[in-house]
Nanobody
């Protein structure tokens, strides 16, 4: 069992940077593949990035690759999403998730644990 709490969202301008954090509770954080998803108003929840248990492998949505970086600190039980060169189309609620089998898992229903989300708004 793991509980997830996101932070770091806010209102930024296009081209700015933002760093999201997801703090986990429980002793088994390092055993979980971790992911970030996002959901814009009126749209389905969308995969953004995943990271392996050790942090050595990552996988990204095509439209964020090269701009966003997912990382994790297992000692601090935290996963991060560094967002650079943000665009208005990145506006969404961003969710942290845990529990998939591997980093290629991009369907939200295959993740067992979710945070409450943090709002990111990018103005043009």
């Amino acid at each position: 069992q793991v509980q997830l709490v996101e932070s770091g969202g806010g209102l930024v301008q296009a081209g700015d940077s933002l760093r999201l954090s997801c703090a986990a509770s429980g002793r088994t954080f390092s055993t979980y593949v971790m992911a970030w998803f996002r959901q814009a108003p009126g749209k389905e929840r969308e995969f953004v990035a995943t990271i392996s248990r050790s942090g050595s492998s990552t996988y990204y949505l095509g439209s964020v690759k090269g701009r966003f970086t997912i990382s994790r600190d297992n000692a601090k039980k935290t996963v991060f999403l560094q967002m650079n060169s943000v665009k208005p189309e990145d506006t969404a609620v961003y969710y942290c998730a845990a529990g998939a089998d591997n980093i290629a898992t991009i369907l939200p229903n295959l993740y067992e644990f979710w945070g409450q989300g943090t709002q990111v708004t990018v103005s043009s």
